[in-house]
């Protein structure tokens, strides 16, 4: 089994025509080409190089990692002499990808990373979470690097960076019992120890996935007599360096594949990353923003799953003489998880090229200053991923606990068994709308896109791009406007929803939010379909859903 | 430091035997290439593993990768040095052709000794395409290596012996063998390690001169270039041979006819070591064969 090759979207998306710009700007024009020996010479060996590794990544996914799923649910990890212990399968998964020298892949090649974009790097994420949707964040927690390489001294980087690379696993420990959502509540404490010329942190963290790694980014207050985000900084803790207790680990519904847990800090030695009071304001912000686009690739593949688990059994299991996929009830179930999970990834990977594009021209600005133009382009594609990160986040994680549930209703009375997947990924499920901010945080997010109009402009953009696609000629072009029609509908009907919402006496945020995600999403699989036809079928139904749900907020808002 | 410690590798292109259709034979019984895909022969993968392992545990050690066939076998080469070999040859010239394990073990010996200080061979017990564990015990009689067959476990490692536990039917030997050294390795040995992202991003343009012939100005360029992207292919003239030893005339083997068998008796059975027992088997064997 490949997980890669076996699901043509995912060729579909690395291959964008957007791809090209976005890997030429990854590669500063291919400055090391030359300098290394695995470094691409243009744009299309550099997606070439993509299409290698995500390959690798599939392989692994489907031949090591969906096989140990199970027992690694049922084992799960625990805690022996102060050492987290994962369960054998999370061990052998970890080290098979760790031998194929997979971490750390965006990481520069002088830190002997791989050096590739933000799109493969979610791409992996979500390939990863279809085979185990608890492991893919022990996978995702190398975003810390991410933070090290952006924010961090040289002497940091050169002392960790290659760590992560060669499967020093990492934690970013920011909650604490009276911190969660509102993390400008840490009080988890830093000191300066001028005998020992490091900082020292003090007191408990909770809920810290991948508690017992190696490295661990840790907020922390530096700044005594504050009380608010003003007061925080970031800080890298090696637990080689001694001081942390694992006190204990949770006992959780689902994602037994990453072990959750609560941490004792004692005197721990540690050194800043960055500057000082900007561990949350500026550090963890960014971190979140990936992090919730992690939770989102973790959604599309925990529900690409549950939709494979679904198809399959479907099209085996007989009743009243035949297949139950051919009864239309059971066919209209698989056709909404379809459309659901083929919506949640076309969004996933537009906000991930805006991101890899924006982090591309930051790490230009670090060699030379950028053109006007370039200046330009780049404040656009970061306005879109700020604004596209929390819709996708909300609805790929709301979308996947729906497909997991309809997988199981699929399944009838098997699902409910524990012999089946689906009953798995029903409990891996549950998290996704909580963590790296609830649903109703990606709301709150949203809100700006919405006042500051970001999101009718870009669906102003993407009406243009479909019809120059109409006026430079597609194949299926008759369906195509008759849909791009109902998506201009869709925005009349959003706008006159958005004008009455004003008036509205309990919270409208969420109806809004949710109604121009439909459009969004329309726009982006009519897009798609200009170039396959295969994301029509998705596409109209996406479409269908999407104006019911506006008209139901519109009755709601204007009664 | 061991002073250049060299490790070969045996390894063959071989159909894939995995959902065999009908038009896997030709009429006359022998096997249509061109309709099945090829793949690395399995146990050979078991044998890169292991050579990597002692060139892992001994240091300054490379290993190189040798492969006798077309063209298409230096997908063998690249496919080993993603997983993390040195080095390697395509040994490939029509005068190979119809080689039969005499032929093949004599071409193979001769391009091993072109190699200098080869402390070890490892190779697959067998191939799945001709099932006869007769190459690699005959390429150590004709380079006069010591041989250890059907190992399954490396248990020690030193630079001037091995440590090896074979599989055999009725249970394991664990055995020390000195070098020179040629080890067959069994399916059941370690699996080979997943290829490695930068060295698959490194060599996946890797071609040899014959596999470009259209394209050859290409290919120069490309190798001007990166010259760790021109793989090594040797001819026959290359490994200084007996040149009648080559191909069909070096071939012992001539084969009468190839027949299709269909196996009817799925389970074994007992004899018991008696004369009436022996004599009843007797009977039943000539009753099904003839």
Same mark, same amino acid.
């Given at each position: ?360 021209? =930051?790490? %230009?600005? +670090?060699? #030379? ?7 330009? !382009?780049? $404040?656009?594609?970061?306005?879109? /991923? ?91 072009? =008759?369906? %195509?406007? +008759?849909? #791009? ?7 009349? !009907?959003? $706008?006159?929803?958005?004008?009455? /919402? ?58 | ?290």
């Amino acid at each position: 089994m490949n997980f890669y090759s076996d699901n043509e979207s995912l060729k579909f998306y690395l291959n964008h025509p957007e791809m090209k710009k976005a890997v030429t700007l990854k590669e500063m024009n291919f400055a090391d080409h030359g300098k290394y020996a695995d470094a691409p010479a243009n744009a299309e060996e550099g997606l070439e190089h993509y299409d290698l590794v995500m390959d690798l990544v599939g392989e692994i996914s489907g031949n090591v990692l969906a096989p140990n799923a199970e027992s690694v649910d049922q084992e799960g990890p625990h805690i022996e002499n102060n050492e987290v212990v994962y369960a054998k399968g999370t061990t052998a998964n970890h080290e098979a990808l760790r031998d194929a020298g997979l971490y750390g892949m965006t990481l520069p090649r002088q830190y002997d990373g791989l050096n590739l974009g933000y799109v493969p790097n979610v791409m992996a994420a979500e390939i990863i979470s279809r085979a185990d949707a608890g492991f893919a964040n022990i996978w995702g927690l190398q975003e810390c690097a991410e933070t090290v390489n952006e924010f961090a001294c040289d002497e940091l980087k050169a002392k960790f960076l290659s760590r992560i690379r060669k499967g020093d696993t990492c934690s970013m420990d920011l909650t604490e019992p009276d911190a969660g959502s509102d993390l400008q509540a840490v009080r988890l404490k830093a000191t300066w120890d001028e005998a020992s010329n490091c900082w020292r942190l003090n007191g408990v963290k909770r809920f810290i996935t991948n508690g017992g790694a190696q490295l661990h980014l840790v907020l922390a207050r530096s700044e005594e007599r504050t009380t608010d985000g003003r007061g925080l900084s970031y800080f890298l803790y090696d637990k080689a360096d001694g001081g942390l207790t694992v006190r204990r680990l949770e006992n959780k519904m689902g994602i037994h594949g990453s072990p959750t847990a609560e941490l004792v800090f004692k005197n721990a030695p540690a050194q800043i990353v960055g500057d000082r009071k900007l561990g949350l304001i500026k550090y963890v912000m960014a971190l979140m923003n990936g992090a919730r686009l992690g939770v989102a690739a973790q959604s599309v593949g925990l529900a690409e799953a549950a939709y494979r688990e679904a198809k399959l059994y479907a099209s085996q299991r007989e009743q009243f003489g035949k297949t139950i996929d051919q009864f239309p009830l059971v066919q209209d179930l698989l056709r909404d998880m379809r459309t659901k999970t083929d919506a949640s990834r076309s969004l996933l990977y537009e906000t991930a090229r805006k991101v890899d594009i924006t982090k591309s021209y =930051e790490a %230009i600005m +670090k060699t #030379r200053s950028l053109t006007p133009e370039e200046r330009k !382009d780049m $404040k656009e594609n970061s306005r879109i /991923a700020d604004a596209l990160t929390p819709m996708v986040k909300l609805m790929a994680a709301e979308w996947a606990n729906q497909t997991a549930y309809d997988s199981i209703q699929v399944h009838g009375g098997s699902g409910f068994m524990r012999e089946y997947a689906c009953e798995r990924l029903y409990r891996d499920a549950r998290i996704l709308t909580i963590y790296e901010g609830t649903s109703q945080l990606q709301v709150v997010a949203a809100v700006k896109g919405i006042a500051g109009g970001t999101y009718l402009k870009c669906i102003e953009d993407y009406d243009a791009q479909v019809e120059a696609a109409l006026a430079a000629g597609v194949e299926n072009a =008759e369906e %195509i406007k +008759k849909l #791009r029609a109902q998506l201009q509908k869709m925005i009349e !009907d959003y $706008k006159a929803l958005e004008a009455a /919402a004003k008036q509205m006496e309990v919270c409208p945020d969420r109806r809004l939010t949710e109604s121009l995600a439909y459009i969004v999403m329309g726009y982006l699989l009519l897009l798609d379909s200009t170039r396959c036809g295969c994301f029509l079928e998705s596409c109209k139904n996406l479409i269908v859903m999407g104006r019911g749900e506006i008209a139901k907020h519109s009755a709601c808002v204007m009664q | 430091m061991a002073k250049e410690f060299q490790i070969v590798v045996l390894a063959k292109q071989v159909p894939d035997t995995h959902d065999v259709g009908k038009e896997a034979m030709n009429a006359d019984g022998t096997v249509n290439r061109a309709a099945l895909p090829t793949v690395f022969n399995p146990e050979d993968l078991n044998a890169l593993e292991m050579a990597l392992q002692v060139r892992d545990a001994i240091p300054g050690a490379k290993v190189f990768v040798l492969s006798m066939g077309p063209a298409k076998a230096a997908d063998i080469i690249r496919e080993s040095l993603y997983r993390g070999a040195d080095d390697g040859a395509v040994l490939s010239d029509r005068r190979f052709a119809g080689s039969d394990t005499l032929a093949t073990s004599y071409a193979l010996s001769c391009a091993i000794k072109k190699l200098d200080n080869v402390r070890l061979v490892f190779c697959g017990r067998q191939a799945i395409d001709g099932d006869t564990a007769q190459v690699g015990p005959q390429v150590a009689e004709k380079l006069n290596f010591q041989q250890v067959t059907y190992a399954e476990k490396l248990m020690g490692v030193s630079e001037d012996k091995l440590t090896i536990c074979r599989r055999l039917e009725q249970g394991i030997e664990i055995v020390e063998a000195p070098m020179p050294l040629l080890v067959t390795v069994g399916g059941t040995a370690p699996e080979c390690r997943f290829r490695i992202a930068n060295r698959m991003l490194q060599y996946y343009k890797a071609v040899m001169p014959s596999e470009v012939k259209e394209n050859a100005e290409a290919a120069e360029q490309l190798w001007n270039e990166r010259p760790y992207l021109k793989l090594k292919e040797w001819n026959a003239d290359d490994v200084n041979p007996e040149m009648d030893r080559l191909g069909l005339n070096g071939s012992a083997t001539k084969v009468k006819q190839i027949e299709n068998v269909v196996l009817l008796k799925k389970e074994n059975v007992n004899v018991e070591p008696k004369a009436e027992a022996i004599e009843q088997m007797w009977r039943d064997l000539q009753g099904v064969v003839f």
